[in-house]
């Protein structure tokens, strides 16, 4: 009895977290009036219209006109600025990670703040930064650009690949790195051959998270981007008319944005749950 309730509240645990996506999935499979019918339709003949409005521009409904198809483009865009900024981030986080574990400071802890503190950017709200951020862009002449935004998903991206990055290398002896030089390697070879291999899985998974963090941001998208660099994020508002919402196309925009960050989590699949339970199990 007590193992039916666990698995009873595990099932409802999993039905909470996957209703969402299962009823947007529903939603872009129906045709316009489906969706947007008085009573919901639960039996209703699929269709991959709206996947293929994506792409071609059809809406759907013929109180709409078919459109340019943008989707693709913004797909595009949210690749190159994700990926830019994921790579950015770790080639810029996973030093300074490394140093915060190795350097020598006057107490533990001013380690302890400085580390919090780099955290700290990570929390702070985006809204009380766009103001001053935008006027800043539009000086530099950043606003629209995919270096303009690659450079402010940093806010996002350091913070959090210091603090992953960081917990990964505590759990690293620092006498495996001591027995390295001993046999002739220096703190850059110790740290490309030694440290680098052995948190390669909480690397990936941090680098996995910093992605999905960068592709799901909107604030910053909506404020410094553009029509040229505009991410699926912002990118699906266009789904939004003054005749009508395209909930088909704007179902569909959701379910293929997502699917960059399941491809990764497969390929990574490995890497990722090392990475996660890495340091968990001490002896």
Known sequence: MRYFFYY??????????????LWTFSLSIKTHPDITSSVPKFIFKPTIANYRGLFTGETGTTSLPSSKPNFPRYFMNGIIISGGATLLAMLLGIPAAYALTRARFKTESSRE???FTILSFWFGPELAIVLPLYQIYQR????????????????IGIPFVVWMCRSYFLDIPVSIEEASRVDG????????????PLAKG????????????CWNSFVFALVVGGEKTMPVTTGSLSFIRYQAVLWGQMSAAIIVSALPAIILAIFLQKYIVRGLTFGSVKE
Do not use: E, H, K, W
């Open 140 to 155: 530099a002449g950043l606003i629209d650009t995919y270096l303009g935004l690659i450079l402010v998903y940093q806010l």
């Open 113 to 115: 703040n400085l580390a």
């Open 202 to 213: 909480g690397i990936a998974a941090t680098a996995l998270l910093t992605f999905i963090f």
């Open 8 to 21: 009873l509240m595990f099932a409802l645990i999993v039905i909470v977290i996957l209703f969402p996506m």
């Open 185 to 196: 390697c220096s703190v850059t070879q110790s740290f490309f051959r030694i440290v680098l």
